[in-house]
């Protein structure tokens, strides 16, 4: 027989911060973060009438192909039955809403008439702005990390739809769940959430702004492997250190390309640096025998020539050397880069010099003048 497995329960963080009014939970895949929150929701709704709001980044995502199958585990092992006494047993997914039901004998479904929560995308939000949400009282915002990329001023649209849902209210709670697959996400700069980075698997980190009453919660959940780790882990047990955010929570990180040695400086012909996420790196364009290449590394001290240098940052600047949106310009340079990432011609110092560069590009490409 297997070992058992101890999920994680959402519960014990929100009756530790009872105030607080967001609470952002990630760590390891697939260790009950979503089931948990869900699970809470469910609670909620049988026990207050509190109903929940789902939300997604893309339309796709909430299609009922993928969300028709949200509460499976939950109806698997008992849980609607559990927290609503028996009345129902199971969930249906239909126009966005999620329903309660009891499957009787006959086959027939009895299905209550009020949904116990709704579905939204943030990609849609302009299309809920007329409807009102009053007895939403858990928001769940699922995988709001990514490595594919984020919804141009996706943080904008992520607080109007917040704005939609709760109106003038003060008692909702947001559970912002992710996945341990890039550090470099915009709700941490936005938030101000300044020790990700730092902080610990089995830590809390707890964020107050002013003289205001917010607080949010920042929970890195605890590794699996110390508690002797998941199951399934015995089919991720290769050595490859993109797998260990599925196994232990570790921050998913690609492996990029390295140079065997540095360039020579002979071969050097111009720099450019990047700036982004409160990184500062550094690139040099190099003309080698073998043709030409990027070789990115970590810039450490002070830009030299900070009025002449080429430095593609996120923020508009009155400096004509800085340059925003490095993909959105047709300049030589840029041009030069772009080539060079399409042709895999550019290296890095280290692999987490490339993660910066990699996010900094998935922004460049989001960017709409729109924004």
Request: contains cysteine; aromatic residues 14%; hydrophobic residues 35%.
């Amino acid at each position: 027989m297997g070992r058992k497995f101890d999920f994680y329960d959402i519960r014990r963080t929100i009756k530790a911060y009872p105030d607080a009014k967001y609470f952002m939970i990630y760590g390891e895949r697939s260790n009950g973060k979503t089931y948990s929150a869900l699970d809470y929701a469910i609670e909620r709704f049988a026990k207050t009438g509190e109903q929940f709001a789902y939300v997604r980044r893309w339309g796709e995502d909430i299609r009922p192909k993928n969300l028709g199958t949200l509460f499976d585990g939950h109806v698997r092992d008992g849980r609607i039955s559990h927290w609503t006494g028996g009345a129902f047993d199971s969930v249906n997914y239909s126009r966005s809403r999620f329903f309660l039901y009891k499957s009787n004998d006959d086959g027939s479904k009895d299905e209550l008439e009020e949904p116990v929560g709704f579905a939204f995308d943030l990609n849609s939000m302009e299309h809920y702005k007329s409807t009102s949400f009053p007895k939403v009282r858990t928001i769940i915002f699922d995988e709001f990390m990514s490595r594919n990329g984020y919804l141009p001023n996706e943080w904008v649209l992520f607080t109007n739809t917040l704005s939609t849902i709760i109106r003038l209210r003060d008692d909702v709670k947001i559970l912002m769940l992710g996945n341990t697959v890039n550090k470099y996400c915009p709700y941490f700069g936005e938030m101000g959430i300044s020790h990700v980075k730092d902080q610990k698997p089995g830590t809390i980190d707890v964020y107050h702004y002013g003289q205001s009453d917010l607080e949010v919660v920042c929970e890195y959940t605890e590794s699996s492997g110390k508690r002797g780790g998941k199951p399934s882990d015995v089919y991720f047990a290769f050595d490859n250190p993109e797998l260990r955010m599925i196994t232990d929570g570790s921050w998913e990180i690609a492996i990029y390309p390295h140079l065997e040695k540095r360039p020579r400086p002979a071969d050097h012909v111009t720099d450019f640096f990047v700036e982004f996420e409160q990184e500062l790196l550094h690139g040099e364009v190099i003309a080698a025998d073998t043709g030409p290449y990027i070789f990115m590394h970590a810039k450490t001290t002070p830009i030299k020539d900070p009025d002449n240098d080429i430095v593609y940052t996120t923020k508009p600047s009155v400096r004509w050397n800085y340059r925003m949106a490095l993909t959105k310009h047709s300049d030589k340079l840029s041009l030069f880069i772009q080539k060079c990432l399409r042709e895999n011609r550019i290296f890095y110092s280290t692999n987490e010099i490339g993660e910066v560069f990699r996010n900094y590009v998935m922004w460049s490409d989001s960017y709409s003048i729109k924004n």
